[in-house]
């Protein structure tokens, strides 16, 4: 027993009191041991004392409890002392009530909880490790005293629900929790679980987490699967204990099975998870992930996961910020800085993830690779990809390929980036180099989409970045300019351009960087050259006196450039020169009034004034420069409007109005005295009735003078300002934006030079022309020039006045306009090698221009300026751009199959004017606003009874193909994305927007919705159109080329309707309608054509529904297309319409038109049959249309192929098939191609073979082989009747191809259902058996024509014809009849079936030797062939 004294609360402070420690023990209590235990627990219980004798001293207040002795030889001394205690083990419950009584004192019981202190002798050695466990601890890896313990301490926390833990309080549910961690042993390890379980679900929050994220070191191992099981349900509901769960979850140790389950637990909740703990959860997700389950789990994840939730608060607070008082506000966006935060740390997560685990990058690539639809993209998607990009150098190039796609698809939209950049940018700033890489490639691309792309990420990035990210973007942008591609030079002083409005003062403090580009003007062009001056205008102008450094750099190259000899550095010049002065000449804040401000004021108009007298004098002795001065002058005007400070616009104005009338204007005589080269004679005078006061424009006196000019070389005086046509047109429109600007838009002063005639000559030239000398051919057609481009300009000049005499004026104009271009025709036929007088001044050069001395009766090229005849070959090249912009043009050997249209027409000499385009001064927008009129009045005054009547003047055909035709040319410019070329090494460039200079300083945007503006009126033409040639085909009782048929008013309708409808394919064919801002535009669009068939009722449509209207509208005018061309162009306008999005009916509506055009006999008025390559390339690409947009292309191949091809084959020379009228011996090559490269295609989408497939699926899949096989062997056997080359190449190149698909998609479907189907096995095989002896027939006719055209296509084809036959003989392998084989030669035959006698006789000489050799075996019922040179066969019964 142990001796033990009391220590009763009587005793005096200073007594002794010592306890004896057991006789076993050696060592005594020292006397400081003595004196520390007074401050010791006073009670006499067995608690107190049994501790006491077991080495822990108890103390109160704030002191720990002490041990004296060993952790562990306390726990077996307190043991023992409980078992032989005399009233065990009654004594235990006992010891525990002791234990409950000692902790009711809050003090105490944290004491017991925390660690007890090591007891310390001074001088003496300590007995005790330094760290020990609490009391409570101590007690719980006792046997005998844990259940009792553990009852008691559970039975302690709900005292603790409601308790306020402060910042340095003690938060005693998180201690007791904490007894029960590593325990060494669990008496009942189920029981305290499910107690803690169920303490869990009455618990408040906080005891909550700590229990749960206790659990994984309380656990047994035996009990993670179930614990786990309980935790997953838990999580799903509720939200508040996410964090502990899966911080507990992921430390169990779960098997495969169960973590799956517990992973797709918290996939759930990520939809609606706090963003604070989102970070959490995709940890979790993320944790541990298997390379068989990464691309699900990625997949899940990436569908789940939406960054808008993160956005969402910013906005709010963001729009709730102006009505918060400011502390409230500061509160705000504390909020703010946290939601970014928590984004920042789950994309840090994320990067973890993908740095670490490969398989998780890869996975997470292909779920965005694998995403086809364009809606399910997201700004998580670009974030993950360029997060990839950046950490991992191994995925770069995959990252970099997919990110190239989606954008190209419109994936990846624009306004995806800005949402990236804008809301979260402080996770992409850390991949700025992966977004500058990424933007340098995209520039360098060729694809428009990507280049826009590119741009977008630069102006991003330099506004939503630091002062180092702008540097860098600002140089990586002066990098591009000065490389010298022409693409990246345009789209990179784009992007400047755009930096420069939204973000003047940040680009300012990088404008040195930016001036470095003047150091390599050379390379730029002068539209370029244009945009440069203008960003570095408003740097220099817009920031008071910063600028000033940049003004004298721009002083000083402008100077130099003006000064020069060179005509392109002059050009320069005057251009930078302009758009200087523009920025000058703005109008000024007249609210400052300092004197500061009064002072730069005055230095500005100084410096303009210097400019205007420095630009004037060095232009006005060369003709082209002046020209150029004016033109850029009103450029500037039209640009700036409003805008221009008129005080200013005055300094240059005043000159103009006075030299125009005395350089240009005569008074209107009957006589006009000179010696010309031709009779001078006044025309087109629309103000006779005006006898006093008239003038005339002094055009063939100032034609001579100029010519005269040019054959006295230097005879004029330098000090004398030079008079030449050459200024006509360019000072005019200076004169007219000028004046109008001046007078808000009113002409009246000058409204008399839309009808005053012009000194001319008499233009019947019928006849006449071969007489004349070469000298005066080409004094007409430069005098037909200077004429034709006055009138232009007139008509850009009054095209809005909204006066009606005037507006009949201009129809008027517009119908002299085409008149006289029916004339320049002819002369220009009878003057081959004429170079025509410059009308646009600021291109490079223009010997860019087609070569013009090409051009001439010879050989004609179809296009802009037509013929009132209407030619309907005038669009060749446009189509031939169209065409293979579907991807289906045909093969160079297929145009050489008949002469192109134009040579046949070679004599029409109107065609050739296309050519000539850069010499036409260029046609306003505002133009196409007489698109609007119908039946306009003119008021003239009768001269006798001085009273008004009306003359009705119409819009005619003639005039509306002029204006259509310029208007299509404008929207394929700008609405067409033409692939970007590279400029070869030391090629000189071509200027590619030479005729489109004033259309160049709009943006697509711009173009696109001032055509839809046009809509109304274009609608009512087509409309028209459509009722004409209803009421032709009526009127002729259905026939085309009729008697009573106007041949010539017939081709100028049909060619106005292909007018009309490629305006409207141009406009809905456009990429920017894919565009997020530019839905509403689309939808305007869209509205004007359904309301032609509901009107009114379109305004609430949804876009799909206003879609499928606008589409039924157009599909009304299949009945009336007049031509092929127009049916082929009214297809792919259904197209563009229907691709927004291509819905079931609208495919099959597709493809019965596309059927029922290449069923209709296209004839023309003349009788002849349409043909041609034009009429071949639109044939391809409709039969194209037709085969991809049918629900069976198999069905409707073989129905060509076996219904169509036999009548032609039965029919005369000239013949054609009567079910397909468009398929005769001469377009046979073009459906042949088509069939072939679309079968082959479409085998492509039957899924290969699986070990899997039901039997039902397998014979579904050998059926669609089947009539596949029997297409290619119809197909492969035309080649006998038509035998000529381009049918032999095609059929050679795409047989190869059906091979090698039957190879890789075929074979494996064979080998797993040869033993069920048998029957349908060998069928298949015979067939195409007979279509690869055929392809090995076509081997040897090539190699004996010796064509090398034919014979590049026969050793690929030879290979595949192959193996073909080991492939087969590997499924007869695989199934177990190898044995069913015989041996043959297959002898090398011609076309005919003929066999080829040298091969034969080689044959018979080494036929032992050659038998044993190339052998090739084959299933019982087949055969096939093997490629070597001798051609064995095999094959068995």
Not at 1290 to 1316: H, N, T, W
């Amino acid at each position: 027993m142990v001796s033990k004294r009391k220590l009763s609360k009587s005793d005096a402070p200073g007594e002794n009191s010592k306890t004896d420690l057991p006789k076993t023990k050696k060592s005594r209590l020292s006397d400081q041991e003595e004196a520390s235990a007074r401050n010791g627990v006073e009670n006499d219980g067995v608690f107190e004392e049994l501790l006491k004798t077991s080495g822990i001293i108890l103390r109160a207040g704030e002191g720990q409890n002490e041990i004296a002795v060993d952790q562990t030889a306390f726990q077996k001394k307190l043991c023992l002392a409980l078992k032989k205690h005399l009233a065990y083990p009654h004594v235990v419950q006992e010891f525990v009530s002791g234990l409950e009584s000692h902790i009711k004192d809050r003090n105490q019981f944290k004491n017991c909880l925390l660690p007890c202190a090591p007891t310390r002798n001074e001088g003496s050695r300590i007995l005790v490790h330094s760290y020990c466990e609490s009391l409570i601890k101590l007690l719980l890896g006792i046997d005998i005293l844990q259940p009792a313990v553990v009852t008691l301490l559970l039975e302690k926390i709900p005292e603790f629900f409601f308790d306020i833990v402060g910042t340095f309080g003690t938060n005693f549910p998180r201690l007791i929790i904490n007894q029960f961690k590593w325990l060494d042993r669990l008496i009942d390890s189920q029981d305290l679980v499910k107690k803690l379980m169920q303490m869990v679900s009455i618990s408040p929050v906080p005891i909550q987490h700590d229990i749960i994220t206790s659990l994984p070191e309380i656990l047994e191992d035996s009990q993670q699967t179930e614990i786990a099981r309980e935790l997953s349900y838990l999580l799903t509901q509720g939200r508040r204990l996410t964090v502990p769960i899966l911080d507990a979850l992921s430390r169990l140790d779960l098997d495969a099975g169960l973590l799956a389950e517990v992973r797709q637990s918290a996939m759930t909740i990520v939809p609606s998870v706090k963003l604070e703990d989102l970070p959490v959860v995709v940890k979790f997700i993320l944790h541990n992930v298997k390379a068989a389950d990464a691309a699900e789990v990625i997949s899940d994840l990436r569908k789940n996961l939406d960054l808008l939730s993160c956005v969402l608060p910013l906005h709010t607070l963001g729009s709730q910020k102006k009505l918060k008082s400011q502390v409230q506000a500061s509160s705000s966006m504390s909020q703010v800085t946290t939601t970014q935060n928590c984004v920042k740390l789950l994309f840090d997560v994320i990067k973890l993830a993908v740095r670490f685990q490969k398989d998780v990058s890869e996975a997470w690539v292909k779920a965005i690779e694998n995403n086809m639809s364009a809606s399910d993209h997201k700004v998580l998607d670009l974030i993950i990809l360029l997060l990839i990009h950046s950490t991992n150098t191994k995925n770069r190039k995959q990252t970099e390929k997919v990110l190239r796609n989606k954008i190209r698809l419109g994936c990846v939209p624009e306004q995806l980036m800005q949402s990236a950049f804008q809301n979260h940018s402080l996770v992409i700033k850390d991949f700025f180099p992966s977004i500058l890489t990424l933007a340098q490639m995209f520039l360098h691309s060729a694809h428009p989409a990507m280049v826009s792309f590119g741009s977008c990420m630069y102006k991003q990035a330099f506004a939503a970045f630091d002062s180092y990210c702008q540097q860098e973007v600002v140089s990586a942008l002066v990098t591009h300019v000065c490389s010298g591609n022409e693409a990246e030079v345009d789209i990179s002083l784009d992007v400047l351009t755009d930096l420069v409005i939204l973000h003047p003062s940040l680009l300012m403090r990088y404008a040195t960087f930016v001036k470095t580009i003047l150091d390599s003007t050379q390379k730029l062009n002068p539209c370029q050259i244009r945009k440069l001056f203008y960003i570095l205008s408003m740097l220099a102008f817009s920031q008071r006196q910063d600028g000033s450094y940049i003004q004298d750099d721009m002083h000083m190259v402008i100077r130099k450039w003006l000064s020069s000899t060179v005509p392109n550095h002059k050009q320069m010049g005057i251009i930078g020169a302009v758009t200087m002065i523009g920025s000058m000449a703005l109008k000024r804040n007249e609210g400052d009034g300092s004197l500061e401000r009064s002072e730069l004021n005055n230095e500005r108009d100084g410096q303009l004034s210097t400019l205007l007298d420095l630009v004037g004098f060095c232009c006005e002795q060369t003709p082209e420069a002046l020209a150029l001065y004016y033109d850029e002058l009103a450029n500037l005007i039209e640009k700036q409007r409003g805008n221009l400070d008129l005080q200013l616009l005055d300094q240059f104005g005043k000159s103009l109005v006075e030299d125009f009338p005395s350089d240009f204007v005569v008074d209107l005589n009957p006589t006009v005295d000179g010696m010309f080269l031709f009779p001078l004679k006044s025309l087109y005078n629309l103000d006779e009735d005006e006898s006093q006061g008239a003038i005339a424009i002094n055009l063939l006196p100032l034609v001579s003078q100029s010519e005269l000019g040019k054959v006295n070389d230097g005879v004029s005086n330098p000090s004398k300002r030079v008079i030449s046509p050459i200024c006509l047109s360019p000072s005019f429109r200076l004169l007219r934006l000028y004046t109008g600007e001046q007078n808000n838009g009113s002409l009246e002063e000058i409204d008399a030079l839309l009808g005053c005639p012009l000194y001319l000559t008499d233009l019947e030239v019928e006849g006449k022309l071969d007489s004349l000398s070469k000298q005066e051919r080409e004094f007409l057609c430069s005098l037909l020039f200077y004429a034709l481009n006055w009138f232009r300009e007139v008509v850009n000049a009054f095209c809005k006045q909204q006066d009606a005499e005037m507006k009949g004026k201009v129809l008027i104009r517009l119908q002299n306009i085409t008149e006289l271009q029916n004339v320049l025709g002819k002369c220009l036929a009878a003057t081959p090698g004429y170079v025509p007088p410059p009308a646009t001044f600021d291109s490079e050069a223009l010997e860019a221009v087609p070569s013009i001395s090409a051009v001439g009766p010879v050989k004609k090229k179809n296009g802009k300026k037509k013929k009132p005849d209407g030619s309907k070959t005038c669009f060749a090249d446009r189509s031939q751009v169209d065409d293979s912009s579907e991807g289906n043009q045909p093969d160079t050997e297929l145009s050489e199959l008949e002469k192109t249209a134009a040579e046949r027409e070679a004599g029409n000499p109107l065609a050739q004017l296309q050519s000539y385009r850069p010499y036409f001064r260029e046609l306003d927008l505002d133009v196409f606003t007489v698109l609007h009129c119908g039946l306009l009045t003119k008021r003239v005054l009768d001269t006798e009874m001085h009273t008004e009547v009306s003359e009705v003047v119409q819009l005619g055909p003639a005039e509306l193909l002029f204006l259509l035709d310029d208007l299509c040319w404008k929207l394929e410019h700008m609405l067409t994305p033409g692939p970007t070329r590279r400029v070869p090494f030391l090629k000189e460039r071509s200027y590619k927007d030479i005729g489109f200079s004033h259309l160049c300083q709009k943006s697509p945007k711009e173009v696109a919705t001032y055509v839809v503006k046009l809509l109304k009126p274009l609608c009512n033409h087509m409309e028209n159109m459509h009722n004409y040639f209803q009421a032709v085909v009526t009127e002729n009782h259905g026939v085309v080329d009729g008697p009573g048929v106007n041949i010539q008013e017939h081709q100028l309708m049909s060619s106005c309707y292909q007018q009309l409808l490629l305006t409207f394919r141009f406009l809905f064919a456009w990429n920017g309608f894919s565009q997020h801002e530019n839905t509403d535009l689309l939808r305007s669009a869209l509205q004007v054509l359904a309301d032609r068939l509901k009107p009114g009722e379109t305004e609430f449509l949804l876009i799909e529904e206003l879609i499928s209207e606008s589409f039924q509208y157009l599909v009304n005018f299949q009945q009336s297309v007049p031509s092929f061309q127009c049916a082929f162009t009214l297809a792919q306008l259904l197209i563009a319409i229907a691709e927004k999005p291509v819905t079931g009916w609208k495919r099959e509506k597709i493809a019965s038109l596309a059927k029922q055009f290449l069923c209709q006999s296209w004839v023309s008025p003349s009788g002849d049959r349409e043909k041609g390559s034009q009429f071949n390339s639109a044939l391809h690409t409709l039969l194209c249309v037709y085969l991809e947009h049918t629900d069976n292309i198999l069905k409707a191949i073989e129905e060509i192929s076996s219904a169509g091809v036999p009548e032609v084959i039965n029919s005369a020379k000239d013949g054609c098939s009567s079910t397909y009228p468009t398929l005769s011996r001469q377009t046979f090559p073009v459906f042949f191609k088509v069939m072939m490269a679309q079968l082959e295609n479409s085998m492509k989408s039957i899924p290969a073979g699986k070990p899997s497939d039901s039997s039902e699926v397998q014979l579904e899949k050998l059926l669609q082989w089947n009539i596949a096989v029997r297409n290619f062997h119809i197909l492969v056997n035309l080649v006998k009747v038509f035998d000529s080359r381009p049918v032999l190449s095609i059929c050679l190149k795409y047989g190869r191809l059906f091979v090698e698909v039957f190879l890789k998609l075929a074979m494996p479907l064979l080998d797993y259902s040869f033993k069920k189907h048998r029957d349908d096995v060998q069928s298949l095989l015979k067939t195409l058996q007979l279509s690869t002896r055929q392809l090995h027939h076509m081997c040897g006719h090539s190699k004996i024509r010796q064509d090398l055209g034919l014979t590049n296509h026969v050793p690929l084809l030879k290979k595949s014809l192959e193996q073909f036959v080991y492939r087969v003989k590997a499924m007869l392998a695989f199934n177990h009849c190898q044995e069913a084989f015989w041996v043959g030669i297959l002898k090398n035959r011609d076309l005919q079936g003929e066999e080829i006698l040298s091969q034969a006789s080689e044959e018979r000489d080494s036929n032992e030797e050659d038998s044993t050799e190339n052998v090739a075996e084959e299933p019982s019922g087949t055969a096939s062939e093997c490629s070597a040179e001798s051609s064995d066969e095999g094959s068995a019964e």
